[in-house]
DNA sequence: CGATAATTCGAACGTTCGTTAGAATTAGTA
DNA sequence: TACTAATTCTAACGAACGTTCGAATTATCG
């Protein structure tokens, strides 16, 4: 609290005159990032109706958010499991939310693709990848969101398509 | 220091015993943990000479180790960045050594196959695949290593055979 | 046995942390 | 202008933290 305030410009106590807590500033800050990303997916999904591009568009509104916004990606990453009960549940349904979509997207490809796979394991692979970038990405050495995404949509989806077919 | 104290049944003053600071402490077990991964695959790796094979024996031991030893995995993802110049470019040797393994046995598979991807990408989403598993395994619900290194090794390797050709 | 070394501990140290009381200042309004 | 409400601050509280001092205990060995 004393570096925000410091980073902020406003005295430590001046802090508690609009965040009742650390916690729920933290609080806020998770529920904040999340419902935009969650927004900003919507939009972009609605209309579209290739499965194989609608994951494109998954990967790339989220590496897109997220390189943009390094900081707040490193308190999701790392303040994850940093609330208590009431906070916890409230993030925990946004993010599960936000997680069934990707399930829903990696079932679409499977069903039109009749394709055979782990819906689990390829969703969680596909956030570790996109996650993990927050420990490696340097915007003077990495390329930009759009061609990272391209990359990894490659991997991924090459990936999936050539699984075992029913 | 006073939970570790707790949970060693040893007092607080006695853990200065044996470890000079908490930052020491933290520097040991990056390194002993990093070291012993490393020297295990070096060992894996021997006489295998096939570069798919070597893929996925780098992604099983890699899996093996963490999944068996979650809590350090939780230190070395969390505490990445927690020690300071001294012990911090030493741990960050090891990193990178581990690293250039992983760059190596894709530039190997890249060189039989005659394929065209970026190294730098592949490996870090790799490392992201598997690293983020300590944010989701349920050894309750989720396969063992060596099952999900099947399906991660799959994922994986497909994305990279496929790419462009020169 | 006695003496030295190795080990373990309770109790505190100084610092940092999250938080708050209460005063000072500023903005809004009549 | 004078009064109220909103905003911001200084200064501190109590708890938790990393660490250390010096005494107590235990092991080692002549």
Chains 1, 2 share one sequence.
Not at 16 to 30: A, C, D, P
Not at 49 to 63: C, G, S, V
């Amino acid at each position: 609290m004393r570096d925000l305030s410091k980073a902020s410009g406003m005295s430590l106590a001046g802090l508690y005159y609009y965040f009742e807590s650390k916690e729920r500033l933290l609080f806020l800050i998770q529920k904040h990032t999340f419902t935009t990303v969650v927004q900003r997916l919507k939009k972009r999904l609605a209309g579209v109706t290739d499965p194989e591009q609608r994951i494109r568009i998954f990967i790339l509104n989220h590496l897109e958010y997220f390189l943009a916004n390094p900081a707040a990606m490193k308190v999701l990453s790392h303040e994850a499991e940093a609330l208590k009960n009431g906070f916890a549940s409230e993030v925990a349904a946004i993010k599960r939310e936000y997680y069934r979509i990707c399930v829903g997207l990696m079932d679409e490809l499977k069903r039109e693709r009749r394709l055979e796979f782990s819906t689990r394991i390829a969703v969680l692979s596909l956030f570790g990848m996109m996650n993990w970038i927050y420990t490696w990405h340097n915007p003077r050495v990495d390329a930009d969101a759009e061609q990272i995404a391209q990359e990894m949509g490659d991997i991924f989806l090459r990936g999936m398509m050539n699984s075992t077919r029913r």
